[in-house]
């Protein structure tokens, strides 16, 4: 069964710095989305994305965040300049029509 | 009010019980309606969606109400292997996924 994965596991970063989060999403699907989920809280939808622009984002998702799909198969998160509160796990999913959504194991960002 | 929202639990439940959640959501125009479960340091992982006519997928049978606006899901015959933490999520039209915090099941032998 088509997955939708994320690299990396685990990221571990110091404050200010720039990270690029990775997700192919299932090779079918045409909306992608991000979400984040801080430790003992619930998920948080930052952006959604659709024939190559953003088609919807949250307050979370500010101008230190941006996404992209740089080729046919990734879909990337960059934050800009990391800080503290941005340690989280980030969740990509996908969704052949925008209904059901499916989600890849996360990335936990760790800013130290 | 907050968007949706659902008892946090923990629900500590025998082996063989039944249990039941409730989900509550405050946006009338919400279209579509979803139960996750989401084991510790985990992905969410799709449970069940939610029709109007309700639907059953085994042990598992979710309801939605939309005039009183909640959606419930009920888990017959409970395993140790349902312990996990179970997401509603409602979407409405063509926007993101909206959750609520979660309710936390314990199946205990």
């Known amino acids: 069964e088509p997955e939708v994965t994320q690299t990396p596991s685990h990221q571990v970063t110091q404050m200010g710095q720039e990270v690029i989060l990775r997700c192919v999403p299932i090779?079918?699907?045409?909306?992608f989305y991000w979400y984040r989920q801080i430790l003992g809280q619930k998920v948080e939808f930052l952006v959604s994305?659709?024939?190559?622009?953003?088609?919807?984002k949250s307050e979370i998702f500010d101008d230190q965040f941006s996404v992209e799909r740089p080729d046919g198969s990734n879909f990337t998160l960059k934050i800009r300049s990391t800080k503290l509160e941005d340690s989280a796990m980030y969740f990509c999913?996908?969704?052949?029509?925008?209904?059901?959504?499916?989600f890849g194991p996360g990335t936990r960002l760790t800013v130290l | 009010r907050k968007e949706v929202e659902q008892d946090p639990g923990p629900f500590n439940v025998p082996e063989g019980a039944t249990v039941a959640f409730n989900c509550t959501y405050s946006n009338s125009a919400s279209q579509s309606f979803f139960w996750y479960r989401q084991d510790c340091r985990k992905e969410p992982k799709l449970l069940m969606s939610?029709?109007?006519s309700g639907n059953e997928d085994g042990r598992f049978t979710a309801q939605l109400n939309r005039a009183s606006q909640y959606i419930s899901l009920l888990i017959r015959d409970s395993k140790l292997s349902d312990s996990a933490t179970y997401l509603c999520?409602?979407?409405?039209?063509?926007?993101?996924?909206?959750f609520g915090s979660g309710t936390r099941l314990q199946v205990q032998p």
């Open positions: 999913a996908s969704t052949p029509d925008r209904d059901t959504q499916y």
């Open positions: 999520a409602v979407k409405v039209g063509r926007r993101a996924l909206t």
């Open positions: 090779s079918n699907h045409l909306y």
């Open positions: 994305f659709y024939n190559n622009e953003i088609s919807e």
């Open positions: 939610v029709y109007s």
